[in-house]
C-alpha cells in the first residue's frame, strides 16, 4: 500500500483494536492505509478487515490482499455494509476510525481543503457528488453562516466572518480559497491568521461533509455491529468530535445522559478501555505535526 498518508498513533491504536489475530475487522477511514496495513500484518490467513473511505483518491492506493475488502461509501452505513460484505450474523472483532483529513487532502490544492493554495473552494471528501464549500460560501444567509462557523469552528466573532462574506459575495461569488481569505482579512486576528483561518477552513469542511451527522450515525452502528467483546478504536482531533465519541462510549448517546436499568445499573453498550484520551508522544508530533491535537479513545463492547 502506499502511504501518502501518515497514520496517526499506529502502534497504540492497533495494540488496542487487535485482540483477536483470525478475527474480523472494519478500518471505518482508510485514508492512506496505514493504520489498515498494520491490521492486515497482525493477523493470519483467518483474518479479514473491511475498509471504508468515502474519497476514491484514498481507495485508489490500497494494494491487493485477499483479506482486505474496500468499501466506496460513508462510514455512517457501517452496519449496512457489514452486513453486505460479512453476512448478517457476521461478529466484528474492532472497529477503527482516524477522524482526521488525510496528508494526501490537505496537500492536494484542488480539493480546496487548505487555505495555503489558491485553489476552487470544494472540500468534499466523495468528490462524486453533494454540495462544495463554494455552495455554502455563496447561497447560505448570514444566520445559518454565523452558526456554522460558531458551532462547528468555534470561531471567535463569527458574526463578522458572516457578514463579510456576505458583503463580499455582493460583487461576484467566491469561488476559490485565496477569494474568500481575502474576504474576510478584516477578521483574522493579528499574529493568529493561520490558526483563525483553519477554523473558519474546518466549520466549511464538517459542513460541506456533514462529518458531526455521519459520525453520531457510525458511532450508533457501532453497537449492533461488534461483538461482545470487542473493541472500538477511535481517533479525534477536535473538541467537538472527541465530546460526541466520550459521551457516546459513556452512556451510549452523544448527548452523554446516563440511564440506568431498575437496578441501578448503568444501561451502556461499552465500557471505556483508558479513562482519559492516548495522546501522542513527543517524538511523534516532532515528525508528525498533524498528530498535535489527535486524542485516541478505546472502548469494549459488553
Given at each position: 500500500?502506499?502511504?501518502?498518508?501518515?497514520?496517526?498513533?499506529l502502534?497504540?491504536?492497533?495494540?488496542?483494536?487487535?485482540?483477536?489475530t483470525?478475527?474480523?475487522?472494519?478500518?471505518?477511514?482508510?485514508?492512506g492505509?496505514?493504520?489498515t496495513?498494520?491490521?492486515?500484518?497482525?493477523?493470519?490467513p483467518?483474518?479479514?478487515?473491511?475498509?471504508?473511505?468515502?474519497?476514491?483518491?484514498?481507495?485508489?492506493?490500497?494494494?491487493?490482499?485477499?483479506?482486505?475488502?474496500?468499501v466506496?461509501?460513508?462510514?455512517?452505513f457501517?452496519?449496512?455494509?457489514?452486513?453486505?460484505?460479512?453476512?448478517?450474523?457476521?461478529?466484528?472483532?474492532?472497529?477503527?476510525?482516524?477522524?482526521?483529513v488525510?496528508?494526501?487532502?490537505?496537500?492536494?490544492?484542488?480539493?480546496?481543503?487548505?487555505?495555503?493554495?489558491?485553489?476552487?473552494?470544494?472540500?468534499?471528501?466523495?468528490?462524486?457528488?453533494?454540495?462544495?464549500?463554494?455552495?455554502?460560501?455563496?447561497?447560505?444567509?448570514?444566520?445559518?453562516?454565523?452558526?456554522?462557523f460558531?458551532t462547528?469552528?468555534?470561531?471567535?466573532?463569527?458574526?463578522?466572518?458572516?457578514?463579510?462574506?456576505?458583503?463580499?459575495?455582493?460583487?461576484?461569488?467566491?469561488?476559490?480559497?485565496g477569494?474568500?481569505?481575502?474576504?474576510?482579512?478584516?477578521?483574522l486576528?493579528?499574529?493568529?491568521?493561520?490558526?483563525?483561518?483553519?477554523?473558519?477552513?474546518?466549520?466549511?469542511?464538517?459542513?460541506?461533509?456533514?462529518?458531526?451527522?455521519?459520525?453520531?450515525?457510525?458511532?450508533?452502528?457501532?453497537?449492533?455491529?461488534l461483538?461482545?467483546?470487542?473493541?472500538?478504536?477511535?481517533?479525534?482531533y477536535?473538541?467537538l468530535?472527541?465530546?460526541?465519541v466520550?459521551?457516546?462510549?459513556?452512556?451510549?448517546?452523544?448527548?452523554?445522559?446516563?440511564?440506568?436499568?431498575?437496578?441501578?445499573?448503568?444501561?451502556?453498550?461499552?465500557?471505556?478501555?483508558?479513562?482519559?484520551?492516548?495522546?501522542?508522544?513527543e517524538?511523534?508530533?516532532?515528525?508528525?505535526?498533524r498528530?498535535?491535537?489527535?486524542?485516541?479513545?478505546?472502548?469494549?463492547?459488553?
Amino acid at each position: 500500500m502506499s502511504q501518502y498518508h501518515t497514520p496517526v498513533l499506529l502502534k497504540e491504536s492497533i495494540d488496542a483494536l487487535v485482540q483477536n489475530t483470525s478475527g474480523l475487522y472494519i478500518d471505518a477511514t482508510f485514508g492512506g492505509g496505514g493504520h489498515t496495513a498494520e491490521i492486515l500484518s497482525r493477523l493470519t490467513p483467518g483474518g479479514k478487515v473491511i475498509a471504508f473511505d468515502r474519497d476514491i483518491d484514498a481507495l485508489a492506493q490500497a494494494g491487493s490482499d485477499p483479506r482486505l475488502k474496500l468499501v466506496h461509501g460513508d462510514f455512517r452505513f457501517v452496519r449496512n455494509f457489514a452486513r453486505l460484505h460479512a453476512g448478517a450474523d457476521a461478529a466484528v472483532d474492532g472497529i477503527l476510525a482516524d477522524l482526521g483529513v488525510s496528508s494526501h487532502q490537505f496537500d492536494t490544492a484542488e480539493r480546496g481543503f487548505s487555505f495555503r493554495f489558491d485553489a476552487p473552494l470544494d472540500m468534499r471528501m466523495n468528490t462524486e457528488g453533494g454540495i462544495t464549500a463554494a455552495d455554502v460560501v455563496n447561497d447560505y444567509d448570514a444566520r445559518k453562516l454565523e452558526a456554522i462557523f460558531r458551532t462547528y469552528g468555534e470561531v471567535d466573532n463569527a458574526r463578522k466572518v458572516a457578514q463579510l462574506i456576505e458583503s463580499a459575495r455582493k460583487a461576484g461569488r467566491i469561488e476559490t480559497t485565496g477569494k474568500l481569505s481575502e474576504a474576510i482579512a478584516k477578521a483574522l486576528p493579528a499574529y493568529a491568521e493561520h490558526k483563525y483561518l483553519a477554523k473558519v477552513y474546518q466549520a466549511l469542511r464538517i459542513e460541506v461533509n456533514h462529518e458531526m451527522r455521519s459520525l453520531e450515525k457510525f458511532l450508533q452502528g457501532t453497537v449492533q455491529t461488534l461483538k461482545k467483546g470487542g473493541r472500538l478504536v477511535v481517533i479525534t482531533y477536535h473538541s467537538l468530535e472527541d465530546r460526541m465519541v466520550k459521551n457516546f462510549i459513556r452512556s451510549g448517546n452523544i448527548e452523554g445522559t446516563v440511564e440506568k436499568d431498575i437496578y441501578g445499573k448503568t444501561d451502556t453498550p461499552f465500557e471505556a478501555v483508558n479513562r482519559k484520551p492516548v495522546l501522542p508522544a513527543e517524538e511523534e508530533i516532532a515528525a508528525n505535526t498533524r498528530a498535535r491535537s489527535a486524542k485516541l479513545r478505546i472502548a469494549e463492547r459488553i
